[in-house]
């Protein structure tokens, strides 16, 4: 079983519809989590920090729910702009990498 | 823009040779981590350095080697150059070990 896994989709969706991922993770150590969007050949870039408490961001929740290890990622009133591939990344308790999922594509389109 | 540079953008090498990649940290972040990512795969983690030393790596040969520099900027070498060596490669920097990675736009290496 992967660390860290993640649905690959694609996820097809229209123009203003709500759309989450999940991401779920085997190591229940794990301390740090994020959310990364990555654009086609280019680089990750930094979307949220997952808090205990969970955290919004305009469009964008992220939760987190330890007792069975996920934590997802809810954007609501889609944009053909948010068309992209979402990472999940996790930190364990030892401190410093971190493990990606593998991601999931979501397409949005008009 | 992260702040995050590295050079090359790509580059292409021929089996069996070596080659040394570059990234220059965020301003103020002392820990520059380094990544490969094959296509349509998440990063995995090549290994850390914070503070010049070596702070943790992945599962990946000794062929894979690195410093960093009293600027906090960092090297990758890796020796030997395998077809499965060809991938993108991503150095993150952070404040510390245990804070957010911001990533620079990668190295795109072809070993042919």
């Known amino acids: 079983r992967k660390e860290v896994e993640q649905d690959p989709g694609p996820f097809n969706v229209p123009e203003g519809a709500t759309v989450a991922f999940n991401c779920t993770y085997s190591?229940?150590?794990?301390?740090?989590f994020f959310w990364y969007r990555q654009d086609c050949r280019k680089e990750p870039k930094l979307l949220m920090s997952?808090?205990?408490s969970g955290n919004e961001d305009g469009r964008f929740t992220a939760q987190l729910n330890r007792a069975s290890q996920y934590i997802s990622l809810l954007i609501r009133d889609s944009k053909l702009s948010d068309s992209a591939t979402y990472l999940c990344?996790?930190?364990?308790?030892?401190?410093?990498?971190?493990?990606f999922g593998g991601g999931t594509r979501l397409m949005v389109k008009p | 823009e992260t702040g995050v540079t590295q050079s090359p953008t790509h580059l292409i090498k021929t089996r069996g040779q070596q080659v040394t990649l570059r990234c220059s940290s965020q301003?103020?972040?002392?820990?520059v981590s380094w990544y490969q990512q094959a296509l349509g795969q998440g990063p995995q983690f090549i290994f850390q350095?914070?503070?010049?030393?070596?702070?943790g790596r992945g599962n990946f040969p000794p062929r894979f080697s690195g410093l960093q520099f009293p600027n906090y900027s960092s090297e990758l070498n890796v020796n030997a150059l395998e077809l499965d060596d060809s991938a993108l490669y991503l150095c993150?920097?952070?404040?510390?070990?245990?804070?957010?990675?911001?990533f620079g736009p990668g190295t795109r290496l072809t070993v042919t």
């Open positions: 993150a920097s952070s404040l510390d070990p245990s804070y957010e990675q911001y």
């Open positions: 190591n229940s150590a794990s301390q740090s």
């Open positions: 997952v808090y205990s």
């Open positions: 990344a996790v930190i364990s308790n030892a401190g410093n990498m971190l493990t």
């Open positions: 301003s103020g972040h002392n820990t």
């Open positions: 350095y914070y503070r010049e030393e070596e702070n």
